[in-house]
């Protein structure tokens, strides 16, 4: 049970909210208010609890958390010493919405229901503090205009061996960091005896906070994990990960998954592991590629701690996703960064291209061979379960992605299928990639279904072809989302009177798909459940041109991508993208 302790009027003026309320009234109020402490990792409470009091942070962190679309507990926000908790459900007179934890050993302020509204009686300024605060909270679900004080702050960076020089690759960090105006403060193991008050002013008075040190049972390390509202393992890709990698300790950002591994890649070093060995064996969430003698690795790193980082999401829709191309070639030649990646359907494989770390002739190249100059799609049978074998694309994934691992691409990236089985999405952040694309591309009747782990997967179009809403929990930097799923109907010529199967092959022979190949394309991606609300969730969108264009007009490569170009270079002449700069 958390632990109480009597309230003195200096307590309550102490917290920032309600230092200007008349001392008379907040004596009152501390007679009947309530001190608690909660140690990290224990919940003030989950959704659905009553909403019976309003909590203010005297000390500690907060997080607050949602189960996102694929399941797991993502972070919304930090909530910091001064600010209220449980705000939004207490005004409204609602169950909490979401869940709250306590990060590190926290002391809270509880006033009830009637003890606070006696004193914002007293002190009318106390519901409109709370409400500018609510507008501001609200305001963060939009990733370019998040509260500073909801981001995380301390970052721990942990090295997996003692030939990694943590100090060293703190400070190129706080340089990146510097150069997007952050104030950053780097400690180490020599400011192990500095007081917490210590700790508590660094935090205060700088932006972000790099904390270093090797993973050790020794004091520095568990002080580290306490502290930490991210942790970083720092990790040799030349190298294999002993597993469990991180000793026994309860810390609060490790039981939130808060752990991403950064893969330390040195010149001329042969990568012997994985990164989904490194992912597993820390727990973590994300993984990330760091190339030592490449700066923008560096400064990719220092925009994602900075909420900075740039999710790029790209929709499905057949041959008009070329689109997606000509966009990625504007946004690079802008010196846009582009630095998480996702998609469905033949966005997720544009998307997959991207964050192979590819060049623009090499994605064209790559998209031209496998799509264009042939059809992947023509190996046409008597349908069963779909109206082509899929050997074709299976090949193909197979030759331009080949055993890659999700983990192992340059960039972080996500694909989305539709699990016929469950009846959800399925949000592909790991694994063999080539398997999770063929999973996000299997347009139902058109392509066989794929089955993994014995559920059945199809094309993610059908539930979610513009995943904005997984890349916002994904990362908390902007999303940029390009879509290019809207397109004319279907000619009805083609289904009046239609001949029977051997009739259309004699007509048309093999080459040219039948009717029913455009109806089940068509249906398969008309779904508009919640797009304007993906769309809106978008904090950059760009709509492509291409009205005339049809989802399987393969040929058609040059007149989409320059749809896509012409689009995104008109977003960057309006000033649209120029926050990403």
Request: charged share 20%; net charge positive; glycine share 8%.
């Amino acid at each position: 049970m958390p632990q109480k302790q009597i309230l003195t009027l200096e307590d309550l003026q102490s917290i920032s909210t309600l230092a200007g309320a008349p001392k008379g009234a907040l004596r009152t109020a501390a007679k009947n208010a309530e001190w608690i402490k909660i140690p990290g990792g224990k919940a003030l409470f989950q959704p659905g609890d009553h909403a019976n009091s309003i909590y203010f942070v005297k000390s500690g962190v907060f997080g607050a958390f949602h189960r996102a679309s694929d399941g797991e507990l993502e972070l919304l926000g930090y909530i910091r010493t001064g600010e209220p908790v449980g705000e939004m459900a207490f005004l409204g007179a609602t169950p909490h919405a979401s869940a709250v934890y306590a990060l590190r050993d926290a002391e809270l302020i509880r006033l009830p229901r009637d003890v606070f509204n006696k004193l914002s009686r007293k002190f009318p300024d106390l519901l409109l503090i709370l409400s500018q605060m609510i507008v501001l909270r609200m305001r963060s679900n939009n990733r370019t205009t998040l509260n500073e004080r909801s981001q995380p702050k301390v970052f721990v960076m942990l090295a997996t061996s003692p030939t990694i020089a943590t100090k060293y690759l703190a400070k190129q960090l706080a340089n990146q960091l510097t150069i997007i105006g952050k104030t950053v403060k780097i400690i180490g193991p020599k400011d192990q005896q500095q007081s917490p008050y210590w700790f508590d002013q660094q935090e205060q008075v700088h932006d972000i906070i790099l904390l270093y040190g090797p993973i050790a049972d020794n004091d520095w390390f568990r002080l580290c994990m306490r502290y930490a509202d991210r942790i970083w393992i720092l990790g040799r890709a030349d190298a294999r990960p002993s597993d469990p990698l991180l000793p026994p300790e309860n810390s609060p950002a490790r039981a939130m998954r808060l752990i991403d591994v950064i893969l330390l890649h040195n010149q001329d070093e042969r990568a012997v592991s994985k990164g989904k060995d490194w992912k597993k064996a820390a727990n973590a969430s994300r993984v990330f590629h760091w190339r030592t003698s490449n700066k923008e690795d560096a400064a990719r790193i220092a925009r994602t701690a900075a909420g900075r980082s740039v999710g790029l999401v790209l929709s499905g829709g057949g041959a008009r996703a070329y689109a997606h191309i000509g966009a990625v070639r504007a946004l690079r030649e802008a010196n846009i960064p582009i630095d998480f990646c996702g998609g469905t359907s033949m966005g997720a494989i544009i998307a997959a291209n991207v964050a192979m770390g590819w060049c623009d002739e090499k994605i064209e190249q790559s998209i031209l061979e496998a799509f264009v100059n042939s059809n992947p799609v023509n190996d046409y049978v008597l349908p069963v379960v779909s109206l082509t074998k899929g050997a074709r694309v299976k090949r193909r994934l197979a030759k331009h992605f080949g055993c890659i691992d999700i983990e192992n691409m340059v960039l972080p990236f996500f694909c989305v299928s539709a699990n016929l089985t469950t009846g959800q999405p399925t949000i592909h952040r790991e694994g063999l990639l080539r398997e999770a694309l063929r999973a996000s591309i299997a347009l139902p009747g058109v392509l066989p279904p794929v089955v993994m782990n014995r559920e059945v997967h199809v094309d993610g179009a059908v539930l979610n072809n513009f995943p904005v809403d997984v890349m916002q929990d994904f990362h908390r930097g902007p999303v940029l989302g390009i879509d290019v799923s809207q397109v004319r109907g279907l000619e009805a010529e083609e289904f009046i009177d239609p001949p029977g199967f051997f009739g259309w092959v004699m007509k048309n022979g093999f080459r040219k798909a039948p009717p029913i190949a455009s109806l089940l394309l068509r249906t398969a991606t008309l779904s508009t459940s919640n797009l304007d609300v993906r769309r809106a969730n978008a904090d950059i969108l760009i709509l492509p041109e291409m009205e005339d264009m049809d989802l399987r007009d393969w040929k058609s490569f040059d007149k989409a991508t320059q749809a896509g170009y012409v689009a995104t270079v008109k977003a960057l002449d309006a000033g649209l993208l120029d926050n990403l700069r």
